[in-house]
Nanobody, 124 residues
Framework: QVQVVESGGGLVQAGGSLRLSCAAS????????MGWFRQAPGKEREFVAA????????YYADSVKGRFTISRDDAKNTVYLQMNSLKPEDTAVYYC?????????????????WGQGTQVTVSS
């Protein structure tokens, strides 16, 4: 079973930046696609960004394009979400998820393993 741990959340002012990290176990990490999702209070979980297996392309929700960047370091079994120009509406619990098939797809049901989440709060 893949263990997934997010970190890097916190409180930031609007317009500021934050970098989230997600460490996942597994010696075949480079073959995984990794996704970031978020859930705000009273709202459904939504897709944020995903990255295909090592060397693959990236995908972003329209709401974060141009502001967020997903990247990975396969040597460290880690994926990152660099968040710039943060807005109050970005406030949510952010979850990292693993697609063992390396597809980097949008539907959250296709991701097999999830972290516990990390809170991001953006103040106005």
């Amino acid at each position: 079973q893949v263990q997934v741990v997010e970190s890097g959340g916190g409180l930031v002012q609007a317009g500021g930046s934050l970098r989230l990290s997600c460490a996942a176990s597994g010696r075949t990490f480079s073959s995984y696609a990794m996704g970031w999702f978020r859930q705000a209070p009273g709202k459904e979980r939504e897709f944020v960004a995903a990255i295909r297996r090592s060397g693959g392309r990236t995908y972003y929700a329209d709401s974060v394009k141009g502001r967020f960047t997903i990247s990975r370091d396969d040597a460290k079994n880690t994926v990152y979400l660099q968040m710039n120009s943060l807005k109050p509406e970005d406030t949510a619990v952010y979850y990292c998820a693993v697609d063992l098939l390396g597809r980097a797809i949008v539907p959250d049901r296709e991701y097999a393993f999830w972290g516990q989440g990390t809170q991001v709060t953006v103040s106005s």
